[in-house]
């Protein structure tokens, strides 16, 4: 956590006045939009906390009290999801300030007691390019059926690259769009396509239901906000077997594993079956990380796999451990490798190569690269566990 004196937020200003009585958080959330944070933490029993940059720091403001949660939070919960999160402990909504920003936002129960985390959704989409996304990322635009998967950790930017990629299929080709999402983010204007937006415990009980009720409603583009069980991942699967274009999400850091997580969410019997449906509708995974870039700001470290007739064949052979290899072969038609992009970012002194290591996939490759370059020295390397006597 940074110790830098943080925003004070103890007396009101003359712009705060402008905020309505019973929004008393666009305090808070027009102060983060001025520092760039991402994130806004509330917690009972200390003071809140902005994440910029990935770095958590202090707000100086008092500890918030019971009282105070209340006030800042009940105003802008729907009634009915604040009876959620009273009865349940745990719910999920977007929230928009106009003129500043959407949010989504997590309330949950901790040791101390009500916390809530706003996550800055930024309320106007941004394009592929102005995401600094390597070219590549725009042939996803243009394909027609089957699964890609964009992936990473959570926080990783995820939610806002599909976004990107929506926008532009969306502002180029007649389409109907179907998103399902917990909640819904990013907000999608019909413009050569029919946009329709669907909120889990909203407009449907759940991911899985809403993608098979989604299959009747004529759909050219399924977005899965999160597959993040079973049933979700077999309905997104048949989906694209029918042969509509389905975007998914998971949290994992690199194409194989992003693979493997799926197939292991099946039973042992049924795995190879799934692995012959996914390497026939699998198009492609994009995995991104973010990194603190070494002049403030972060920047996305990007894997990019597109699938072809060796990784068809990795799939369903069950080798996905050789999908790096064959990432790393695919170069020339556009397949971009992890660690060579955090490889480029070290060699252009984005990054530090430390935070460029621990985002590595092959953590021997990667400390080799770093060594060789004199960024890591034996002080760095872990120390050997003592000799077993």
């Known amino acids: 956590m940074s110790n830098a004196p943080g925003p004070n937020l103890s007396r009101q200003t003359p712009g705060d006045r402008q905020v309505r009585v019973n929004d008393r958080i666009g305090r808070f959330l027009k102060l983060m939009k001025d520092w760039g944070a991402s994130d806004l933490h509330l917690s009972v029993g200390r003071p809140p906390l902005f994440r910029v940059d990935g770095v958590i720091s202090e707000v100086r403001y008092r500890n918030l009290s019971d009282g105070d949660f209340r006030t800042l939070i009940e105003p802008i919960t729907p009634p009915h999801l604040w009876n959620q999160y009273e009865r349940t402990g745990d719910v999920d909504f977007a929230y928009d300030l106009p003129g500043v920003s959407r949010y989504r936002v997590n309330l949950f129960r901790q040791q101390r007691g009500m916390a809530a985390v706003f996550r800055n959704l930024s309320a106007s989409l941004v394009s592929i390019d102005r995401l600094n996304l390597p070219e590549q990322v725009h042939r996803f635009v243009d394909m027609r059926a089957g699964l890609v998967l964009v ?32 909640p819904v983010e990013f907000v999608h204007e019909n413009k050569k396509s029919i946009v ?3 909120e889990v415990g909203t407009h449907a009980e759940g991911f899985a239901p809403a993608l098979k009720a989604a299959m009747r409603e004529n759909p050219d583009v399924i ?21 509509t ?17 799926l197939i292991s969410a099946f039973p042992s019997d049924r795995q190879p079956g799934v692995r012959n449906t996914l390497s026939s509708v699998l198009r492609g995974v994009l995995a991104q990380q973010l990194l603190r870039k070494k002049v ?27 999908i790096g290899g064959a990432i790393a072969q695919g170069k020339k038609d556009g397949m971009i490798a992890m660690d060579d992009t955090l ?47």
């Open 151 to 182: 992936t990473g950790p959570t926080g990783s930017g995820k939610s806002t690259t599909l976004a990107a990629i929506i926008n532009e299929m969306n502002t180029k080709r007649p389409l109907h769009f179907i998103t399902i999402e917990d």
């Open 196 to 198: 329709s937006q669907r």
């Open 223 to 243: 977005l899965v906000g999160e597959m993040r069980d079973l049933e979700t991942i077999d309905a997104a699967l048949a989906a694209a077997e029918t042969g």
């Open 245 to 261: 274009l389905v975007f998914g999400t998971l949290h994992t850091n690199s194409a194989a594993k992003t693979i493997d997580r």
């Open 296 to 322: 403030g700001g972060r920047i996305a470290a990007v894997e990019v796999m597109f699938s072809n007739f060796a990784v068809s064949s990795m799939i369903r052979e069950g080798k996905t451990h050789q």
């Open 343 to 389: 490889k480029s970012f070290v060699e252009d002194d984005v990054v530090d190569g430390h935070d460029a290591l621990d985002k590595a996939i092959d953590k021997d490759w990667f400390r080799a690269f770093l060594k060789e370059k004199g960024v890591l020295t034996e002080v760095d390397e872990p120390a050997a566990p003592p000799a077993k006597k």
